[in-house]
């Protein structure tokens, strides 16, 4: 429908056309024989397997497997019905097949290469390098640099020559890069980076006509750490180390769904390196229970990624980590998910499967990602840019804050925590973890400072991003860039060129930072992707608690998506060369219709995510909300039942004021929606229902008696909004007196040019 937009056009485009048959494989039409034929054809080809149809397109679809699942009559059966391909999930890594230094246990690979050899199946091996699952007598020894190198060439030596002939492929590095370095484990920290090439050289050695593989997650989309891998893929070729090409694991969340184009081009990339891309490891787990509507969800991802690796001759791969639900490393890994894989626990093909049977008939179907994406564009919200502000006199990094030389520069809270996808707001105990950011400009270096507010601190887990840290996201020129200072600490190590410097106050509240962009004489006038973030972890042994950032997202801006912008204020304004939109907000579907009248019903709102109303517009120049709770403060959630969208929003101020003449000037909260061209605004104020308005659909306000809870509903001009998504905007007004202006105006996100409330849109989206 023109009015609304759809959360998933791009989607929905997508699978029009997968599901559309290629020109080649249509029916014959106008002869009863040839309907006959037809018919015949259809029934023959409805009861072909994955197996079949993978081999007559020459491709490898595969299974990772346990050597005890074969043990199993139906899992057997299953396997080499649809499989050609196999993969040892655990049982060729160094803990199973090399548990003693000077002994080898191949019993359990062997009964897996074994069970392939007799059903004329292919093997992957998995694999030669990695960083855990290695036994104790490897990680503990005090082994010198030329015995681990021995022990290294002697274990790839042994295990591919036992295997020559029977293992078609190896992944001689597993998860080696970490985002834009190599991952310190103990190979990298004993013997140096020469351990890499001298692995492909040793197992090239052991058996020369078995192809070898780098094999990594996270790599599948453009963005920081396929970027490094890129490049360092580049600098192996360009050494002649004998790799013949990359792994993408494809582990993927059905609750951010990957970018289906973002995967295209990067595989584009890579095989025009004249590398093979395999993919290795895939699945798409759900969430909570899986319904009619997630399970064909999940069907659709499944054949739109099969789709891409029918568009390149190099991807001939397609092995999923997992055969059956009844055996799933998912659960225990992720405990809220599972149903990840395409056959069910009783080993009935689940709609993935048909999906991905549909689209090795059909495929490959030619996709211009590009134009989806710029179509998809056209009719997205764009939020303005956070803004830097032009300095003369840039200031000194040293961790002491002095506010003069911070006038100019506008304040951001950190509003959003993007580690719980079902409560996105901030602590509520703002000592936990809170804070503010800002920057200004110099010709062509960017300053920063961020005031922060946590209980504790924690700089000595063994994973450096799960400490106490501040990062920078950035993208500049299609290059995707993060970069980390742990408090108390400097910048961490990063690759990127450019001077930068960070420096914190010895009580860890204050950071002061710079960062150059060494391409750029002076940044007037230019828009770059942004994103910031503050984490907090207050237990050694766990992990992230919080990692808050001034916009609502899913924790992925270090791969470069979901990135808002900063515009660097100055004439003239340079055209960006991509259009930054945020993720929208989510209105889940509702368990039941909630009855409005003020009271929350039990069990309605449940399933709800929780917002905080955090940027107060009506200061420019500081747009956090109050620190004093008690003067303003509110947060909201949404859900959606058919066509209708209804809003529980709490509220606190210590003084209530709803008898100014002007409406807008009274303690209220406001919805913005643009249905059509034209916003439209409905005013609640608080004890009322909305003001008199033109809307066309049903609309209802009701508070509860001390006007800390509102509820209200909206009726959109659809029959169902799932899958929509509409140009909406939430407020919460604090006037203080009477016949006085507005004190705070609290919205969802920043606006530091306008606020006027037709300008000021953000997105909201209707959950499947």
Not at 185 to 197: A, M, R
Request: charged share 25%.
């Amino acid at each position: 429908m023109k009015r609304f937009l759809s959360a998933t056009l791009a989607l929905l485009l997508l699978t029009s056309l997968l599901s559309g048959c290629n020109s080649s494989n249509k029916e014959p039409k106008n002869t009863a024989a040839a309907n006959k034929s037809a018919q015949t054809d259809n029934s023959k080809n409805s009861e072909e397997t994955l197996r079949q149809l993978a081999d007559k397109r020459n491709m490898l679809i595969g299974a990772a497997i346990e050597p005890n699942y074969l043990d199993e009559p139906q899992y057997a059966k299953t396997l080499k019905e649809q499989y050609n391909f196999i993969t040892p999930e655990n049982a060729m890594k160094w803990g199973f097949i090399h548990p003693k230094k000077d002994t080898y246990d191949f019993s359990k690979a062997d009964k897996i290469v074994d069970f392939a050899m007799k059903n004329n199946m292919q093997v992957r091996g998995h694999n030669l390098v990695w960083h855990i699952e290695n036994p104790s007598w490897l990680t503990s020894g005090n082994f010198t640099k030329e015995e681990l190198l021995k022990i290294l060439e002697n274990h790839i030596k042994t295990v591919v020559g036992h295997y020559k002939g029977k293992v078609l492929a190896w992944d001689v590095l597993n998860e080696v890069i970490d985002v834009y370095s190599l991952r310190d484990n103990l190979w990298l920290k004993k013997i140096g980076p020469e351990y890499i090439e001298k692995a492909f050289q040793w197992a090239h050695e052991a058996d020369p006509a078995a192809k070898l593989y780098m094999n990594d997650f996270f790599i599948e989309e453009k963005g920081v750490k396929s970027d490094y891998y890129y490049k360092f893929v580049k600098e192996l070729l360009a050494k002649k180390v004998p790799i013949t090409g990359i792994g993408f694991q494809c582990h993927f969340d059905m609750q951010s769904m990957p970018d289906m184009g973002s995967i295209y081009e990067n595989v584009k990339r890579f095989t025009e390196l004249g590398l093979d891309v395999d993919f290795t490891e895939v699945d798409f787990r759900i969430y909570g229970y899986a319904d009619e509507i997630q399970l064909k969800n999940q069907a659709e991802a499944y054949s739109q990624l099969m789709n891409i690796a029918l568009n390149f001759d190099k991807v001939k791969v397609f092995t999923m980590w997992g055969l059956t639900d009844k055996h799933s490393w998912v659960p225990v890994t992720y405990p809220e998910y599972g149903d990840a894989h395409i056959f069910d626990k009783e080993y009935k093909p689940k709609p993935a499967y048909t999906a991905l049977v549909d689209a090795l008939k059909k495929g490959p179907v030619k996709i211009d990602y590009e134009k989806l994406k710029q179509d998809a564009l056209k009719k997205r919200v764009i939020v303005p840019a956070f803004e830097a502000n032009p300095v003369a006199n840039p200031p000194v990094i040293d961790g002491n804050y002095k506010p003069d030389e911070w006038k100019d520069a506008v304040v951001y809270p950190f509003a959003y925590n993007q580690l719980n996808e079902n409560d996105e707001r901030p602590p509520v105990d703002t000592k936990n973890i809170s804070g503010t950011w800002r920057v200004v400009y110099n010709k062509n270096k960017i300053y920063g400072m961020v005031e922060r507010s946590d209980n504790k601190t924690v700089s000595q887990a063994a994973t450096e991003y799960e400490n106490d840290c501040f990062e920078l996201f950035t993208e500049f020129n299609g290059e995707v860039n993060q970069i980390r200072t742990l408090v108390g600490q400097d910048w961490s190590f990063n690759p990127a060129e450019g001077a930068r410097k960070a420096v914190w106050s010895k009580d860890g509240k204050i950071l002061e930072f710079s960062f150059e962009i060494p391409s750029e004489k002076d940044l007037k006038g230019i828009t770059m992707g942004w994103n910031t973030a503050l984490t907090d972890n207050d237990d050694l042994t766990g992990s992230r608690a919080f990692q808050i950032y001034p916009v609502n997202g899913a924790n992925t801006s270090w791969q470069g998506k979901d990135l808002s912008a900063l515009k660097f204020v100055g004439e003239p304004q340079i055209p960006s060369a991509k259009e930054y939109t945020l993720p929208p907000f989510i209105a889940r579907k509702a368990i039941k219709a909630p009855t409005i009248d003020g009271d929350e019903d039990p069990g309605v709102w449940d399933n709800a995510i929780k917002y905080k109303l955090a940027y107060n517009q009506l200061n420019p120049k500081d747009q956090s909300s109050p620190k004093n709770t008690a003067d303003c403060y509110g947060e909201w959630r949404a859900i959606y039942d058919k066509n209708t969208v209804y809003c529980y929003l709490t509220r606190t101020d210590d003084k209530t004021v709803t008898n100014n003449l002007d409406p807008s000037e009274n303690d209220n909260v406001e919805v913005s929606i643009r249905p059509e061209d034209k916003v439209q605004i409905l005013r609640a104020i608080v004890g009322k229902d909305f003001d008199a308005n033109t809307f066309k659909g049903k609309v209802k306000a009701a508070w509860n008696k001390d006007g800390s809870v509102l509820e209200m509903s909206v009726e959109l001009p659809v029959n169902d909004l799932a899958g929509a998504t509409i140009p909406w905007n939430l407020s919460l007004s604090d006037s203080d007196s009477e016949n006085g202006k507005l004190k705070y105006k609290l919205f969802p996100l920043h606006n530091a040019s306008s606020t006027t409330t037709e300008n000021n849109l953000c997105e909201l989206t209707f959950e499947k």
